[in-house]
């Protein structure tokens, strides 16, 4: 079945860098687009980034560009959030998921464009 496995969360002062990994299978891995998504408690889950099928077209969220930087290995079945200059309002908990293809903003900012979900990995960035 399809599996999605976040991993490199953790506690990090302002200023620093973390890169999320997220391990896919259970599918074709190089078929499909891949997003992550974030999320703190009481608010709806957050569009952050996503990236097509080959790496070649990607897509942030307007308070992260500049700062973070999605990219995958189709070798290795796996999509990365690399994440510099964190601030503390990126605390939050990260999820990566299965999009189809990158289409329209309004489409991909939507968790319902995305059909298979991750556990989460939890990013704590201290003031």
């Known amino acids: 079945q399809v599996q999605l496995v976040e991993s490199g969360g953790g506690l990090v002062q302002a200023g620093g860098s973390l890169r999320l990994s997220c391990l896919a299978s259970?599918?074709?891995?190089?078929?499909?687009?891949m997003g992550w998504f974030r999320q703190t408690p009481g608010k709806e889950r957050e569009f952050v980034a996503a990236?097509?099928?080959?790496?070649?077209?990607?897509e942030y969220e307007d308070s992260v560009k500049g700062r973070f930087t999605i990219s995958r290995d189709n070798a290795k079945n796996t999509v990365y959030l690399r994440m510099n200059s964190l601030k503390p309002e990126d605390t939050a908990v990260y999820y990566c998921a299965i999009l189809s293809e990158i289409t329209t903003r309004s489409i991909i900012n939507n968790t319902s464009a995305y059909s298979a979900w991750g556990q989460g990995t939890q990013v704590t960035v201290s003031s």
């Open positions: 259970g599918y074709t891995f190089d078929s499909l687009a």
């Open positions: 990236i097509n099928w080959s790496g070649g077209n990607t």
